[in-house]
């Protein structure tokens, strides 16, 4: 079951976020583990939500005591559209989704020279897709094939 219902905490930190950078935002997640929050930002906004020389991102992140993400996002991109954002431009050739022991997977074949980017260093782009694809739309597991 998505975790897809917004917080009294998340409403907070979206307005502070939105009144801050002038940006639409339509989400903040929490990656509590990691000591981050990903804001889904409507893709026209990313620079103004950036700021000049990442400004607006290093001032949240010293507001909030978190690491900030700005990850672009709009409620009418397909799937594949949003997962290659998260996988930093990974060319994506498949997405198939299956059920196994009641945990939701998503296995995300990308080209071949796009594994180590669709991943990230020390799989923080995996992660990041992991959490925020579990909070939108309950998938627990995300493989890179």
């Known amino acids: 079951?998505?975790?897809?219902?917004?917080?009294?905490?998340?409403?907070?930190?979206?307005?502070i976020f939105q009144e801050f950078t002038g940006a639409v935002?339509?989400?903040?997640?929490?990656?509590v583990e990691n000591n981050k929050l990903y804001f889904l930002v409507n893709p026209a906004d990313i620079?103004?939500?950036i700021g000049k020389?990442?400004?607006?991102?290093?001032?949240?992140s010293k507001m909030f005591g978190k690491q900030v993400e700005i990850v672009p996002y709009?409620?009418?991109?397909?799937?594949?559209?949003?997962l290659s954002k998260l996988l930093m431009g990974a060319r994506i050739i498949s997405?198939?989704?299956?059920e196994k022991n009641k945990?939701?997977?998503?296995?995300v074949k990308v080209e071949e020279a796009d594994k180590g980017k669709a991943i990230g260093r020390g799989?923080?782009?995996?992660?990041?897709?992991?959490?925020?694809?579990?909070?939108?739309?309950?998938?627990?597991?995300?493989?890179?094939?």
């Not at 020389?53 to 949240?60: D, E, P, S, T």
């Not at 709009?74 to 949003?82: I, V």
């Open 25 to 31: 935002a339509y989400r903040c997640i929490e990656d």
């Open 74 to 82: 709009r409620p009418d991109m397909t799937l594949e559209e949003f």
């Open 53 to 60: 020389r990442g400004i607006n991102v290093k001032m949240l």
């Open 123 to 145: 799989g923080r782009n995996i992660e990041r897709a992991r959490k925020i694809l579990k909070t939108l739309y309950g998938i627990d597991k995300v493989i890179i094939s």
């Open 103 to 107: 945990e939701k997977r998503l296995i």
């Open 1 to 15: 079951m998505p975790e897809d219902r917004i917080t009294i905490e998340e409403w907070r930190l979206l307005s």
């Open 47 to 49: 620079g103004k939500a």
């Open 95 to 98: 997405i198939k989704s299956i």
